[in-house]
């Protein structure tokens, strides 16, 4: 099938800028258009495909609040931001577009049972069966070739109904580079819109696939073939109509896929403005070193990271523990040098308190703090207008303090804990750091994400001095400026 004629402008940014397309321009291949079916070639994809399979992690958005219903399932891989974050673009316009934003100005992330997300298997798909003793022609008109590798999968599942429909998926994966698929089916519609996305691994960077054609082309008709080829509607892709990153491309899904190797699986694949999340914060500390090595543990142990407001003094006093958190990638915020009541402190000694702990903070290796906590959350105007930094509240108030009870910790997150919320701990009680297992498990059962504070308000711009309860998604108790209406300063 012949591609259309060439000459289509397209913007080659991304991986232009990166410089891959001049640098790997001297390894084009040359010669036949189609080339022969090799059994490594099918082998090396099917191992691919299974490395994918074994890395990908699943997310799954059920949402009812408002219509359409959403019904999301995303693949995402730790260390390829770029894939998730232009997959992540595209549902949120796809939300939004449809309506399931409710007329909020952003999407409010919703609960969705962590038994509700697919199985790696379900996010990838089947190459294009073939007939290796042919010359690599596709079968797919064949009875027994059944849907492999067309389009579309998960999709044609479901008959075309009320809800908002949307999932992405491994079309293939070689050396440097994996090709996914995105499709969003609004309610009503026959068929999905798709897009194929084409990620380097080793720059992190995502282009559209029409970047590997020399030609406008159908992404919904695109598909990878059994022997790693890139085919459009079936047949084989000839190489004279690829570009040259398109030959590059199609050479690496021959071999064998290199992942990110130093990713932190801790960090989800999506944001914020599209997954559930909860900051878990603790305050007061470091407290004992033991104490706080126990909790260190805890939270590695469960792949989450924690945020400690930590006052100046006993930063000093124990500043191995914060070089601990900083290696374990715990985000470091202040909450003053030793716990004044702010709001009946004069201006010189705010200023005199926060710069003694951000120094304090800065001398123990964990850079100089971007958020602070007032002590007991007081904070007056003349205080908010010298604190210099955002002044990070809480919506969850464990009382962790008063009641030192494991199993109330655990209650109070168990049962006020939802999207956005900033959980309020103390590290220096025993009590807290029992709880903080059964807190992490009680989180992921949920299906909330654990991110850092500054994850949480990722892609919302934060004021000194203005006081932020929790990522707010509709609470009047929260603050964020994409919801105005409830932002308190
Ligand atoms: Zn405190």
């Not at 720059?203 to 406008?216: C, P, Q, S, W």
């Not at 030959?247 to 896929?257: A, M």
């Not at 030793?338 to 304090?360: E, K």
Request: aromatic share 6%; hydrophobic share 40%; with cysteine.
């Amino acid at each position: 099938m012949p591609l259309p004629s060439p000459g289509r402008p397209r913007l080659r940014l991304a991986l232009a800028a990166a410089g891959l397309v001049l640098i790997l321009a001297g390894c084009v291949p040359t010669g036949t258009t189609r080339e022969s079916a090799n059994p490594q070639d099918a082998q090396t994809v099917q191992e691919n495909l299974a490395v994918a399979a074994n890395n990908l992690r699943s997310y799954a958005i059920l949402d009812d609040e408002f219509a359409p219903e959403i019904r999301a399932h995303l693949f995402g891989i730790p260390g390829l931001r770029s894939l998730s974050s232009v997959t992540e673009a595209r549902v949120l316009a796809a939300i939004e577009s449809n309506g399931s934003f409710g007329g909020r100005a952003a999407y409010s992330p919703v609960l969705t049972d962590p038994a509700a997300r697919r199985p790696a298997e379900r996010f990838i798909v089947a190459p294009q069966v073939q007939d290796p003793r042919t010359t690599g022609a596709p079968t797919s008109g064949a009875s027994d070739a059944g849907t492999a590798g067309k389009f579309p999968t998960e999709a044609e599942e479901s008959e075309p109904g009320e809800r908002l429909e949307i999932g992405n998926e491994v079309l293939a994966a070689g050396g440097d580079f994996l090709v996914s698929r995105l499709w969003v089916r609004g309610p009503g519609d026959d068929r999905p819109q798709a897009s194929v996305l084409v990620t380097q691994i080793s720059t992190d960077t995502t282009v559209d696939i029409g970047d590997l054609f020399d030609a406008e082309v159908d992404a919904a008709a695109i598909a990878v073939d059994a022997f790693g080829h890139v085919t459009l509607e079936g047949s084989q892709v000839p190489e004279k109509s690829l570009t040259a990153l398109g030959r590059t491309v199609s050479k690496s899904l021959r071999t064998p896929l290199a992942l990110p190797a130093a990713a932190d699986e801790r960090r989800p694949d999506y944001s914020c403005s599209l997954l559930p999340c909860v900051a878990l914060t603790y305050d007061d500390g470091p407290g004992d070193p033991e104490g706080e090595d126990s909790l260190l543990d805890a939270a590695a142990e469960a792949g989450v990271r924690l945020t400690y407001f930590l006052l100046g003094r006993n930063v000093a006093a124990f500043p191995g523990t914060v070089e601990r958190m900083v290696d374990q990638g715990h985000e470091i915020a202040n909450h003053t040098h030793s716990h004044p009541q702010l709001d009946r402190s004069s201006p010189a000694t705010v200023r005199a308190q926060v710069r003694q702990a951000d120094d304090a903070i800065e001398a123990a290796g964990a850079g100089r703090p971007e958020l602070l906590r007032p002590p007991f959350g007081a904070l007056d105007s003349a205080a908010a207008g010298v604190l210099g930094h955002p002044a990070i509240l809480w919506d969850v108030d464990t009382e962790d303090w008063r009641h030192k009870n494991p199993g109330k910790v655990v209650a109070s997150v168990a049962r006020d804990a939802r999207p956005g919320s900033i959980v309020l701990m103390h590290s220096i009680h025993p009590s807290t750091i029992e709880a903080s297992p059964q807190v992490f498990r009680t989180v992921a059962e949920k299906g909330l994400y654990a991110v850092t504070t500054s994850e949480l308000f990722a892609g919302v711009e934060l004021s000194a001095g203005a006081q932020y309860y929790c990522r707010g998604y509709g609470s009047e108790l929260c603050s964020n400026p994409e919801h105005p209406a409830v932002l308190r300063k």
